[in-house]
């Protein structure tokens, strides 16, 4: 190998290691920013009011209703569901696994992301836990107080 053939042969080598290094830099970057969408939201202590009147499926226990507030949960939507008389949950509809906004709940049971299958419970003593499908963390839940003397719901972001 001559002078001009070893400095051609470096070059390429030096190419094919940058090549590398960047395609690296953007899976990293790509995964992260996956991530983010799926991290639970900070809790700013930002409370909102849900009036049961207009929301008439948490009438019943059982009864869930899908709600979406700019302002809180980063414009994404969360599921309210009454778990007995007195008791409302609220959690987010955003999937831990990759941020994939999750369906409607099918029954009173369980909700599932279309995205990989990963199941959450709605149910009280288990609410936003991951049991089934893909396997990913729990889902963000929100405090929910109810206030039966005007029958209004305040939820803690
Ligand atoms: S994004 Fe929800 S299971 Fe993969």
Same mark, same amino acid.
């Given at each position: 190998m001559n002078n001009n053939n070893i400095k @051609?042969?470096?070059r390429r080598e030096f190419i094919k290691i940058l090549s590398i290094a960047a395609a690296s830099c953007a899976s990293t970057c790509l995964y992260a920013c996956s991530e983010s969408t799926s991290s639970p939201v900070t809790l700013t !202590? #930002? #409370?909102?009011?849900? @009036?049961?009147?207009? /929301?008439?499926?948490?009438?019943?226990?059982g009864g869930s209703v899908r709600k979406t507030f700019s302002e809180v949960n980063n414009g994404r939507?969360?599921?309210?569901? @009454?778990? +007995?008389?007195? +008791? &409302?949950?609220t959690m987010t509809m955003v999937c831990t696994h990759q941020g994939t906004?999750? /369906?409607n709940p099918s029954d009173n049971k369980k909700v599932i992301c279309? =995205?990989? !299958?990963? %199941? *959450?419970s709605i149910a009280? !003593? /288990? &609410?936003g836990k991951n049991i089934g499908g893909q396997s990913t963390a729990d889902l %963000?839940? &929100?405090?929910?107080? *109810? =206030?039966?003397?005007n029958n209004t719901l305040t939820i803690t972001f």
């Open positions: @051609r042969y470096e !202590g #930002k #409370k909102i009011e849900v @009036r049961l009147e207009d /929301n008439t499926t948490l009438l019943t226990v939507p969360v599921l309210i569901v @009454r778990t +007995s008389e007195t +008791s &409302f949950r906004t999750i /369906n279309p =995205n990989h !299958g990963a %199941q *959450f009280d !003593g /288990n &609410f %963000q839940t &929100f405090e929910t107080t *109810f =206030n039966p003397t």
